[in-house]
Each structure stands twice: as C-alpha cells, then as structure tokens.
C-alpha cells in the first residue's frame, strides 16, 4: 500500500519518509522507535546527568529568536524552582510562535556539564495545562526532512491498521514455541503501556527477523558441502619453503591455520572457509599462503579488496611474496589499455595472479584456470559479488577474511555453511596499545600532546561517528572537527577524509597520508578497515560511546603497526555510567573475541548484529534491545522448519526477496 493513501501523507511527507527507507505502509509499520519517552517521572534539572533524557517541569519566562547565528536558533530563559537555565532549539524558528510565558512540560536532552549550569537542547513541550501527548511511554522514531516525531507517530498508527505484518513461522511451531501474535507485538512496540511490552515485543519481532534471515540463507544456499573439482599439487615442504619467506615466524596460530586451508584443499570437498582473526593477527599471510597453494598447483588465484588503497596495498604484498610468478592490478583507476591487456593475459594465462576491487568481477574478466578466490574484509561484498567472482572459475575454493571478530556462538548460527577458522594469537611483535577514556576536561591537554608528538614525526587519527553534526549539538561533526582543530593546531598538517569524497579524491588523501605529507588525518569511519600507516600511532576517537565495542577495537587497531608506543584516546561525548562501563571494556581488554563477547552481552543481539560487522543485514532492527537467546531460538525455529513436514513455500518467497534487498551482506 501507498503512503500517500494514508490520511495526512502528501507527497512531500512521503519523500521525507523516503530518506528513511520508508516506501510502503509496510516498511512504515517496520520503522522501529530509535527510544522511548517515559513520561511517568518528571525530574529536577539540576539532578539530571549530563546527556540524559529527562521530563522537566518549568515556568518559561521569555523567549527569543536569533537569526545571525551559523545555525539560527530559539533561546529560552525557564526557571525550575530556584534554578534558572536555557532552552534551545536549532534551526526551529517557528517554536518562538509557540512558547508563551507560563508553565510548561519539556522533554529531551539535558546538557549538565560541570561549572557551566544546565541546559536544554531540542526539547518537546507541551503547556502543563493542557498536556495530550507527554504522557505515558511514548515512541521516539528517526527523522529526516521536515517529518516531526508527531506526524510519524501518527503514520505509524495508521499503517499499523491497514498492513498488519503477518508471521511466516509455520502455526505448530509457533504453538511449540508458545510465541506471541506478531501483529500485537508490532502494536505493543509502537504504543507500549510498560518498558516490559517494548521487552516482549521487541523480542519476538526480532525473533521473526532473523528466523527470516536465516532461512533466507538456508534457502538459498543449503548447507551441502560441494565436490571438489580442482586438484592442488602443492606439497608440505613446498608450503614450508613459502611460509620461511616472511620476515617473521608464524604464529602457532597462523600454522594451524595453514594447516586447515592445506587439508582443506587436498580433501574431496570443496572450500568454502571463513578466516577470521583480531586486528593484527597475520590473517593477510595465512591468505598469501593459500594463494601460493593455488598458484603452485598451476592455477590462478585472485585477491578481491574492497578499495584501491587497499588493492594496492595487497598488490605490493603479492609482487614481495611471488617474485616468480605473474600478477598484475585491476582496479577503477587502471587506465583502459591496462585494463584490457591485464583481462587478456588472465584469460590466456599469462597471469597467475590478479588482486583488485570490484573491477574483477565485471563481466568481460575472464580467467584460463580460476581456482581460488580470497575476498579480503568480507563485509564490504554482497553474496552476489563475491559468488560472481567464484563463478568465473570451475569449483572454485573460496577464503573469506574477517577482521571482526564475531562470538563463536553466533558465527555458529550465521556461517553455518562455512568451516570457520579462527586466529587467536598475534605475532610476538606486535604491541599493546594504551588506551585511555578522556573526559572533556582534558581534551586541551589531549590536542597539546598530539601536537608535540607530531613534530616528532609522528602521526595520528581523529574519527568522527558523522560527516554532519546534529542539530542537538551532541555530536561533532567531522568538518567541525576538522575546522576547531585548524584553529587549535596551527602549524600541525591536517587531512580531511569522509564517505561523502570521490573515490578517487579518497585514495589521494590516504596515500598522501600514508606518505607522511600529513600529521593528522580526520576521518569517519571510512579508515576502519585494513589501511597500514606504520608510523600513526595515535587514534582518537570522538563520541567513542556511540560505536559499538567491536567497531572500536577495529580502529583502535589502525595504530600500533609500527615499532612506535601507540596509544587510543576515548573522547566521551556522554559521561554516564553506562557508557564508561562499556568503554572500560576497551580500555581494560586487548581480544577482540571477548570484547565482542562482552559487546553481545551488554548491548543485546539488536545493537551487536546491527553494527557494521552485518552490513546492512538486520540494520533495521539495530534498534531493538533483545536477549542474544532469542538469536537461537530462532536458528532452532528455522531448523524445525525447514526439516520437519511444513509447508514453507511462502517461507521461501518471502525469504528470498528480502534476501534480493540486502546488498551489503557479510555472510556467504
């Protein structure tokens, strides 16, 4: 159904709802609150941590509007018995044609920072004398345009009336598993009469999701292994000779690992495998081994990488590792005549070797004797890119890296189909790094200290959750940040990096940094994944409360790859209990395994599976807050399902085209 055929959705509303992800009624009733309200408790101002949501009662008594400002804002003076502060709202001037002295009802953030009074930032209100809508628990959903929490919370109510979602788990096992309708579920989560119905709620909806996600992939792939079709003639002392190459001993982890590809490869079964190992683990070696494998047997291998800097970076590995053998570069960038001389040698076999980005798998790329595909931080593919890459071959074996760590547990359920391999150790050399949570108060001291070191020759990271900041003023956006540090740290070489960029102006501003000819390089989260600068030894990470545990890790391990100290400094943008209990978890812990243990265990199966590590699988539920059990619940659900005598055939379709939907899957 239309959203425009829902009473108050014009066209404009519908756009707005459009930058959403929202397209259909359906896809409106699964716009899940980002927070709720709970209007029950109204609080003392000067009680409020800083950051927190809070219900403050007030008396306004004037307001006005100043339109010079970068960002135009309204200001109110509000007094709360004997405590005067501020109201402001962004970029809302119409909130001044609304505010009249008199007692009112706000809702929203609190700023409570110490020595400087409190605030209110964006709040909803209400006139305490005829209050309607602050009451209860109310739904917090996400924005865009000129939508307002109001005209979502209204759509919602009535999608919910007219596109109902319906379970697709079979009706004797939904009886077996005592589960809830999912229709009331849905209505329970967008208008909750107690915390304990958005618990329930929002548990059995994310059952029904990932039960869909995993019988997507159940359905589409099976769980069969294949026969294999390639021989590998590559002997122990062969693997051994290649292994000595490297300037450094394996680890007995990498060995082990080595072991697992090698007997894979010489078994009757073909590979489908999942490396995963923590930041710095030698992962890339184990894969060059495996290629080497490949390429003694006679056969071509090729690495596939998610960017150009990293291509090239991969690319410079496989010329110092295969002297004596031919490789070549294909990339975007890769002028045509390159291009299509590079495409010819693999499809004749004059090459044994090809590393690239998504230019291997165009469809005029083909190969004499395709045998081993290693895709290189997996959850920048899809499923169909990586299989068409694969298909280019005949029985391809298959090598997946995966630098995020995933719990055992869940790798189980998701990479049900692949053997997993896991690297626990890292290579004696590599080194601990200090990290440090760095409260507001010390931020000068921070910068100064950075600066004193890049005169040293050293360089350092700053990363920023967005490229914009938020009309709340909680968030710091990238170009803010790169604009206050100009100001703060002149004489220091600053770079700019974000998604937003051309690829290619991206692989400029890495290289150029990776080059030395930057101190500093301000970035998103853009730098998480693969990037070595041996000589950045500083990550700053700002607003580090609002990435989840595992992601931090992630950056924190784009510094101490060099022989330098490397420290990780944690900005805290929100200083609650909550969120120093989770960023003590990075400070006190070095494994990523059981930061990603602990990352499940506090933020709930919706947050951890909702961060990068997926992609964009299950992003839509990122914000539900559910127990990890109900992750199993739904793989034994699925299993029942597709073992047992039920009809499942609209289980199938269903699956299937969610399946087609999702681009960016890292599960293979």
Not at 221 to 227: L, Q, R, W
Not at 251 to 275: C, F, K, W
Not at 313 to 335: E, W
Request: hydrophobic letters at 40%; proline letters at 4%; glycine letters at 8%.
């Amino acid at each position: 159904m239309k959203l425009t055929e829902l009473k108050f959705i014009s066209e404009k509303r519908e756009k707005d709802l459009n930058k959403l992800g929202v397209y259909t009624c359906e896809d409106l009733v699964r716009l899940y609150p980002r927070d709720f309200l709970d209007m029950t408790h109204v609080s003392l101002i000067t009680e409020t941590e800083h950051n927190a949501q809070a219900l403050i009662s007030c008396e306004v008594l004037n307001a006005e509007f100043n339109r010079f400002s970068r960002r135009p804002y309204v200001k109110a003076l509000c007094q709360q018995g004997c405590c005067i502060f501020n109201a402001v709202w962004f970029n809302q001037p119409y909130v001044l044609q609304k505010l009249k002295p008199g007692d009112y009802l706000f809702y929203g953030r609190v700023q409570n920072r110490y020595g400087m009074g409190a605030s209110m930032v964006n709040p909803s209100f209400e006139p305490a004398d005829r209050n309607k809508d602050l009451k209860g628990i109310i739904p917090v959903y996400p924005l865009a345009g000129g939508l307002t929490q109001r005209v979502v919370r209204d759509a919602v109510r009535r999608a919910l009336s007219v596109a109902a979602p319906v379970s697709l788990i079979p009706e004797q096992l939904r009886r077996k598993y005592a589960l809830v309708s999912l229709a009331e579920s849905y209505k329970r989560l967008h208008a909750p009469l107690s915390q304990e119905d958005i618990k329930k709620a929002s548990a059995r909806i994310a059952l029904e999701e990932y039960f869909l996600l995993i019988s997507a992939f159940r359905a589409i792939k099976g769980y069969g292994a294949k026969v294999r079709l390639n021989g590998y003639g590559v002997t122990e002392r062969q693997v051994a000779e290649f292994i000595s190459r490297f300037p450094f001993p394996f680890t007995g982890g990498q060995l082990a690992a080595v072991r697992e590809i090698y007997d894979n490869l010489h078994s009757p079964s073909q590979m489908n495998r999942l490396l995963q190992g923590d930041v710095g683990s030698g992962k890339t070696a184990v894969a060059l081994t495996a290629m080497f494998m490949a390429v003694k047997s006679g056969h071509q291998a090729a690495m596939l990488a998610p960017t150009e800097v990293l291509a090239r970076q991969s690319f410079a590995l496989i010329q110092r590792y295969f002297p004596d053998y031919r490789a070549a570069l294909l990339v975007g960038s890769t002028p045509a005549a390159e291009k299509r001389a590079v495409k010819a040698a693999l499809k004749d076999g004059g090459l044994d070797m090809v590393c690239g980005t998504h230019a291997v798998i165009q469809g005029d790329v083909e190969f004499s004797d395709l045998s081993l595909v290693v895709c290189d931080e997996q959850q920048r593919f899809g499923v169909a890119q990586r299989a068409s890459l694969a298909e280019k071959g005949r029985g391809c074996d298959v090598l997946i890296m995966s630098a995020t760590p995933i719990p055992r547990t869940l790798s189980l359920i998701f990479y049900g189909d692949l053997d997993i391999t896991t690297i626990k150790d890292k290579p004696a050399a590599r080194q601990e790094i200090s990290t440090s949570i760095i409260p507001e108060s010390r931020y000068g001291d921070m910068l100064r200290y950075i600066a004193e070191q890049a005169k040293a020759g050293r360089q350092a990271y700053f990363v920023c959750p967005k490229i914009e900041g938020d009309d709340e003023g909680t968030v710091m956006s990238v170009t803010e940040l790169y604009d206050d540090l100009s100001k703060r740290m002149r004489g220091v070489r600053l770079a700019l990096l974000h998604g937003k960029m051309k690829e290619a102006e991206k692989n400029k501003v890495m290289a150029a940094f990776k080059a030395g000819e930057y101190d500093c390089l301000v970035s998103t989260t853009v730098i998480e994944v693969g990037v070595d600068v041996p000589n950045a030894t500083i990550m700053v990470i700002c607003n580090a409360e609002r990435f989840g545990l595992s992601q931090l890790h992630q950056l924190r391990g784009r510094v101490g790859r060099g022989s330098q100290k490397s420290y990780c400094f944690l900005l805290m943008g929100s200083d609650t209990p909550q969120a120093r209990e989770r960023l003590s978890v990075i400070k006190n812990n070095s494994d990523g395994f059981k930061i990603a243990e602990a990352d499940l265990e506090l933020r709930g199966g919706g947050d951890f599976m909702g961060t990068r590590q997926s992609g964009r699988v299950l992003s839509e539920i990122k914000n539900l807050k559910f127990p990890a059990s109900v992750i199993f619940t739904a793989k034994a659900i699925s299993d029942e399902a597709f073992s047992g005598n039920f009809e499942i055939s609209a289980l199938k379709r269903a699956a299937l085209e969610k399946y087609k939907k999702l681009e960016e899957v890292v599960l293979n």
